[in-house]
């Protein structure tokens, strides 16, 4: 069945790294632009960051811009967000999308704390 599953998150400290990854299966992954959107403990969803089905073009919300990096293999049908200089603002569950907006992930947590 169509499905994406997320991976990599956990409890990491301020200031250090975490790579996500997200895992598709079902459809023709390199056929679709995909998406990151984030959840913060009692907040709504906020949109992460973009990229092209080709990684032709990326982009970010301004929070995250300069720190994380999204990247997709299409080869092995996964799509990576490295999360650098970690804040504790960035805590938050994770979730991957396609652009279409009808598949997502279960989603990762991500805990940034001392």
């Known amino acids: 069945q169509v499905q994406l599953v997320e991976s990599g998150g956990g409890l990491v400290q301020p200031g250090n790294s975490l790579r996500l990854a997200c895992t598709s299966s079902g459809f023709t992954f390199r056929n679709f632009h995909m998406t990151w959107v984030r959840q913060a403990p009692g907040k709504g969803l906020e949109w992460v960051s973009n990229?092209?089905?080709?990684?032709?073009?990326?982009t970010y919300a301004e929070p995250v811009k300069g720190r994380f990096t999204v990247s997709r293999d299409n080869a092995k049908n996964i799509l990576y967000l490295q999360m650098n200089s970690l804040k504790p603002e960035d805590t938050a569950v994770y979730y991957c999308?396609?652009?279409?907006?009808?598949?997502w992930g279960q989603g990762t947590q991500v805990i940034v704390s001392s």
């Open positions: 999308a396609k652009r279409t907006w009808d598949v």
């Open positions: 990229i092209n089905m080709d990684s032709s073009g990326t």
